[in-house]
């Protein structure tokens, strides 16, 4: 089983859509959770990182479940521009600094 | 002004041969990384420094050596390339070596090398 799963996609949604991405961890260790956003053909930037009590920014919500080892994030009125690739990421508290990344989750927003 | 910079950006080499890239932060940053990133896109950590100090040592062949003369650089050499060495390698730095609950620890990519291996 991998260490971070994600649904591969891709996910293709009309401008204006509410899409959902979710991600499952198998280490029950794990510390620090963040979703991260990739263009095609750039390096990964962090989008926000996700907190146990859930938190929000903008049009971006993400969501922990330490119980079912689940991460979310909802992406509300989509725009052309958030189409990419978010990642799941990973850190388990006893490796320090490795951070595990999930496949990703293409997401491609049309007109 | 790139906050982390790493060169080659693209690199086409025929097997066998010897090849670096390099790496430069200007954050200030104490720990510098190396990830690949493979054809599935998979992003897996290959090392990291600490202060010049190796901390991660992922199962990577041998034939990938990294270099850190100081703690804004961070530089990686492989020996004898193969045809699977072909990928995206990242380089990244963050301000600390590790995270905790609540800690805002960011880890900041350079823009990858693309490494063709013929």
């Known amino acids: 089983r991998k260490e971070v799963e994600q649904d591969p996609g891709p996910f293709n949604v009309p401008e204006g859509a509410t899409v959902a991405f979710n991600c499952t961890y198998s280490?029950?260790?794990?510390?620090?959770f963040f979703w991260y956003r990739q263009d095609c053909r750039k390096e990964p930037k962090l989008l926000m990182s996700?907190?146990?009590s859930g938190n929000e920014d903008g049009r971006f919500t993400a969501q922990l479940n330490r119980a079912s080892q689940y991460i979310s994030l909802l992406i509300r009125d989509s725009k052309l521009s958030d189409s990419a690739t978010y990642l799941c990421?990973?850190?388990?508290?006893?490796?320090?600094?490795?951070?595990?990344f999930g496949q990703g989750t293409e997401l491609s927003v049309k007109p | 002004d790139t906050a982390v910079s790493q060169t080659p950006k693209y690199l086409v080499t025929q097997m066998g041969n010897d090849k670096s890239i390099k790496c430069e932060q200007n954050?200030?940053?104490?720990?510098m990384y190396w990830y690949k990133q493979d054809s599935k896109k998979f992003l897996k950590i290959m090392f990291s420094?600490?202060?010049?100090?190796l901390i991660i040592n992922e199962t990577v062949p041998n034939r990938f050596s990294p270099k850190s003369p100081d703690k804004a650089h961070l530089n990686l050499h492989i020996n004898s390339l193969e045809l699977g060495d072909s990928a995206v390698y990242f380089c990244?730095?963050?301000?600390?070596?590790?995270w905790g609950v609540g800690n805002r620890n960011t880890i900041y990519f350079g823009e990858g090398s693309w490494l063709t291996v013929v």
């Open positions: 990244a730095s963050s301000q600390e070596s590790s």
């Open positions: 280490n029950s260790a794990s510390q620090s």
């Open positions: 996700v907190y146990s």
């Open positions: 990421v990973v850190n388990l508290y006893n490796q320090g600094g490795k951070l595990i």
């Open positions: 954050l200030g940053h104490d720990t």
């Open positions: 420094y600490n202060n010049k100090e």
